[in-house]
């Protein structure tokens, strides 16, 4: 016999009571992994996103807030108050690419999915986009769509097939090759064919803009501000402001992961507490026998924290699954639809895996401290006398 | 007397519960001699089982001084008390007080586990001990699937884990037939007669005529 064997005995005498306090730590834990991994590849997605934008400075409506510029990187809808006009003067700035984009949203089978409208080659020079199936647009008149390998998927679309969009039977005629961000889930239309279908004529809702020079940014923004009225904010900015969002929305979610694995710490010690009760004249035989205090305070601490251990790898294993599993399956908005991407290329965060084990096992553990306490403080004689 | 391996002095226990003092034991002086036979007998409440208490390690008095085999218990500290009585004393309880959710082995081990045995002495220890009760078929057996005298004969075998010289026992044939008084008893003098010291708190008349010394305690006063 050894304690760690009379402690494991001790727990699976009440199956019951051990797999329901089992299943709080269990869920505390799996939503805080799930939390923490959704809002840890959330971050990771943003900068991804950035990077593939391709652009350095991006040309969005005067006034815009942080919220316009996480729609450029989610693919969200946009207001579409910038004129062509407006375009092609900043585009006449010597040293820029310009590539604007209409951001909308339609339904396909009563699911939202984005819609770009692109100037095809001028795209293409911001994206590394290969093509998997069909062709690309051949010209900037094209009368087809062009769509993400995951939206292809998901509405079970190919070349030759047929979407409606606004009213309209659009037939696609090319699938790019999987990027692993937010271009996988859109339709991308000719500019001029989106333009028309969302009643949008000769505007676009912002532009990426690509500098030739990266020294001369600063005189960039400048030239572009004094050529038209509209906003202008650099790749880095747009990261900064986008990360503050998300980091708030971060800090969110860990607290609600927080109130579950408190909800779960208190189970335990309310497991612990009735144990001690329940228990009490076996505290006392055991004193009897010669355990000291500390060996009892042991006996539920190693109780509790196996609580932790065992819940802690099961609420992780739950956790990962639930990220990966139900990301995908997340509704389109601003915000999840990062998550969404990300849970496609969610890879298992060693750290977090680790580290959530270990958190698990340090909550039980405090938890079963003031109950460990009362049991070891017990006088022999009462515990051993308790009916 | 020189090989007292109890000895009590002026001891006392009071119970407060709220403002009311309960006496329960009060100037108790006393001397067990080593290898000896002893019943403490008296009416129910009189402070028997409280006496037992004390003189066993379990409780402290609240005056007086308590010594067992040679150190004075009242004054040490908790920890040492507690290995104290693990190796020093084995109890043995009325109502057999085994841990249900081990088998007869495991309760044995348990308290061989408390005082540092490793497991594989635990092992051999605990089925020469059960042999020695006469319950060898049972190491495996839970308490729930033993006679009432079986488990006291389990009982008794743990109180003997970890070699102690003194046995306490509280009532030991009070919830047995007579056929398992008998066999217990038998035990008790097998072990008496191997220089155990036997305390035994007891209103069983025919326990008493078997005991070399008898103590009685009236009023939580020796009498």
């Given at each position: 016999m050894t304690l760690s064997k009379l402690v494991v005995r001790n727990i699976t005498r009440r199956r019951g009571r051990f797999v329901f306090t089992l299943l709080g730590i269990t869920i505390g834990i799996a939503s805080f992994v799930t939390f923490q991994s959704m809002g840890g590849n959330l971050k990771k997605e943003i900068y991804r996103e950035t990077a593939s934008l391709g652009a350095n400075l991006v040309v969005i409506p005067k006034g815009s807030c942080g919220f316009e510029q996480l729609s450029v990187l989610t693919g969200d809808q946009m207001p579409t108050n910038i004129t062509m006009e407006e375009i092609k003067k900043v585009a006449a700035i010597k040293g820029l690419t310009v590539v604007p984009f209409l951001a909308q949203k339609t339904a396909i089978h009563n699911s939202p999915v984005s819609v770009n409208g692109i100037l095809p080659e001028e795209t293409r020079k911001l994206k590394a986009w290969t093509v998997a199936d069909g062709a690309y647009f051949s010209t900037g008149n094209d009368r087809g769509a062009v769509v993400g390998m995951a939206a292809a998927k998901q509405f079970k679309l190919n070349p030759g097939s047929v979407v409606t969009i606004r009213g309209e039977q659009i037939q696609v005629q090319g699938v790019l090759n999987e990027t692993g961000g937010r271009d996988d889930f859109t339709v991308f239309l000719p500019l001029p064919l989106a333009q028309r279908l969302f009643k949008a004529v000769d505007r676009v809702s912002y532009a990426a803009v690509k500098v030739?020079?990266?020294?001369?940014t600063d005189s960039y923004i400048e030239k572009i501000n004094e050529a038209v009225g509209l906003g202008v904010v650099s790749d880095k900015q747009m990261l900064k402001s986008v990360l503050s969002i998300v980091g708030s929305v971060n800090i969110t979610l860990q607290l609600i992961a927080a109130v579950s694995v408190l909800a779960a710490a208190f189970g335990i010690i309310n497991t612990m507490m009735t144990a001690t009760y329940e228990r009490k004249r076996e505290i006392g035989i055991l004193q009897a026998l010669g355990a000291k205090q500390s060996t009892i305070f042991t006996a539920f601490i190693m109780e509790s924290g196996f609580y932790g251990l065992i819940g802690g790898v099961s609420g992780v294993m739950a956790g990962l699954i639930t990220s990966i599993v139900a990301a995908p399956y997340i509704s389109s908005n601003a915000f999840t639809t990062l998550v969404k991407g990300s849970g496609t290329n969610a890879a298992i965060d060693y750290k977090l895996v680790i580290g959530s084990v270990l958190f698990s096992v340090v909550v039980a553990v405090a938890a079963g401290l003031y109950p460990a306490w009362r049991a070891a403080r017990l006088s022999p004689v009462e515990a051993i006398s308790y009916e | 007397m020189s090989n007292a391996i109890i000895r009590t002095e002026s001891v006392s226990k009071h119970y407060a519960t709220g403002d009311i003092t309960t006496i329960a034991l009060r100037d108790i002086s006393l001397e067990i001699p080593k290898g000896s036979f002893t019943c403490i007998v008296g009416p129910s409440g009189h402070g028997k089982s409280t006496l037992m208490h004390l003189i066993g390690g379990l409780d402290r008095p609240t005056g007086g001084k308590v010594w067992l085999d040679g150190t004075?218990?009242?004054?040490?500290?908790n920890s040492s008390l507690a290995k104290l009585r693990g190796v020093k004393v084995g109890f043995v309880f009325q109502f057999f007080n085994?841990?249900?959710?081990?088998t007869a082995q495991e309760n044995i081990e348990t308290a061989m586990m408390l005082a540092g045995v490793p497991e594989k002495k635990q092992a051999s220890r605990s089925l020469e001990l059960l042999a020695m009760v006469g319950?060898?078929?049972?190491?495996?057996?839970?308490?729930?699937?033993?006679?009432g005298g079986q488990q006291q004969r389990i009982a008794i075998a743990r109180a003997l884990a970890n070699e102690p010289e003194i046995l306490l026992m509280d009532e030991p044939t009070g919830n047995l037939d007579s056929a398992s008084e008998a066999e217990i008893m038998k035990i008790l003098h097998v072990l008496h007669g191997q220089g155990k010291t036997i305390v035994i708190v007891t209103h069983n008349e025919d326990i008493a005529r078997a005991a070399e010394r008898i103590i009685h305690v009236k009023d939580g006063m020796l009498h």
């Open positions: 030739d020079n990266l020294t001369l | 004075e218990i009242s004054s040490i500290d085994l841990l249900q959710g081990l319950l060898a078929d049972k190491a495996g057996s839970k308490p729930s699937q033993l006679s």
